[in-house]
């Protein structure tokens, strides 16, 4: 299959990019595809969504009808492969909506907005290894799925069995192809992607690191740490007690993007609110090197520094100047003066076998 063909799934699934990615220093390429038995749900009855990592590359729905690049490097492989790609698109519409059709007279189903989804994708690590997946749903819930290492599918309900013996069978073999595809076209556009995007793909920002604290009324203190606007997604974050003693966390947030391409994620603990101990904030990145970035928290003191002292007497002298401001311009104005106004894709190559 090649990555244009193998374009896959869905709106209805993306919200697994924002909870899920690689830990380690890798590249993915995912596809997304999905087809719904309603135009009424405000989801198109097909669409396609391809991604580099955690970047959408390229795009297709039925609304559009168009294989569309979503960065500009993409715009490297020519008119030729969107041309292409658009057909290929165009040509799987009516096998999703066969498909649905098919699984909902399998559930004794008549109506209602019903989906069938598809996720495939690979994975390329630094040390060379790979992995990749094949998995189809419906209605949210698991279908069937390849065994990567048989190169055949293995039901997950009762309604798949059909559909697992035709693609097994020796004149299909859908799971050979589909193994065949991860174990090699999918690596190869994968490079080719990371070759064509790698400014944008391996760019490296640093962490920004913002922590506080918030005393319970237990005798317990929990302490934040947000770490935002790092690229690549990979990071550890944690706690450290007076600079050596990990501090093992009750809250870590998934690791979400940004609108610019950047990650943050966000750790919390809760520790005894006592004298003596600090506590600091240890982030390890690639773009730090073999530096770990460390902030302390600084608890709040008991008194009044100098420091705001000082920044409330100044207050005050803002204040009284501001009212000796105005009380003069009133009287300027009493005075005579006017106010003025003022105004202002993997189907070509597995063929796109029916359910």
Not at 81 to 107: A, C, D
Not at 335 to 341: C, F, Q
Request: proline residues 5%; glycine residues 10%; hydrophobic residues 30%.
């Amino acid at each position: 299959m090649t990555a244009g063909r193998m374009k896959m799934m869905t709106p209805l699934i993306l919200i697994i990019l924002g909870v899920s990615g690689v830990e380690c220093d890798s590249h993915t390429l995912r596809y997304y595809e999905t087809g719904v038995s309603s135009p009424g749900s405000g989801l198109p009855v097909f669409s396609s969504v391809g991604y580099v990592d955690d970047k959408e590359i390229a795009n297709y729905n039925s609304d559009t009808r168009q294989y569309l690049p979503r960065t500009e490097w993409m715009k490297k492989l020519g008119s030729d492969y969107w041309e292409y790609n658009t057909q290929i698109g165009q040509g799987t519409e009516p096998v999703y909506k066969h498909n649905v059709q098919t699984l909902m007279s399998r559930f004794n189903q008549t109506g209602g907005i019903h989906s069938f989804q598809v996720m495939s994708g690979c994975e390329l690590r630094d040390d060379g290894t790979t992995e990749g997946y094949f998995q189809f749903g419906y209605d949210g819930r698991d279908f069937i799925y390849l065994d990567t290492q048989r190169g055949i599918y293995i039901p997950t309900m009762n309604e798949a069995q059909i559909t697992t013996q035709r693609w097994n069978s020796p004149e299909v073999r859908e799971g050979e192809r589909h193994k065949n595809y991860l174990e090699n076209e999918c690596i190869e556009w994968l490079k080719k992607h990371i070759n064509n995007g790698r400014e944008d793909l391996e760019k490296r920002v640093p962490p920004e690191v913002k922590v506080w604290g918030h005393r319970q009324s237990d005798g317990v203190t929990r302490l934040q740490c947000l770490v935002y606007g790092f690229h690549p997604r990979p990071v550890d974050v944690k706690w450290v007690r007076n600079g050596k003693d990990d501090v093992p966390s009750d809250v870590m947030s998934p690791i979400l993007p940004h609108p610019d391409g950047t990650y943050q994620i966000r750790v919390s603990v809760e520790v005894p609110t006592k004298e003596g101990d600090t506590y600091s904030c240890h982030v390890e990145h690639s773009s730090l090197g073999d530096e770990t970035l460390s902030v302390i928290w600084e608890p709040p003191g008991n008194g009044l520094s100098l420091g705001v002292i000082i920044g409330v007497i100044i207050g005050i002298i803002v204040l009284l100047a501001a009212i000796i401001a105005v009380v003069f311009c009133i009287k300027k104005n009493q005075a005579g003066y006017k106010s003025t106004n003022t105004s202002d894709t993997a189907s070509d190559n597995s063929k796109e076998v029916k359910v």
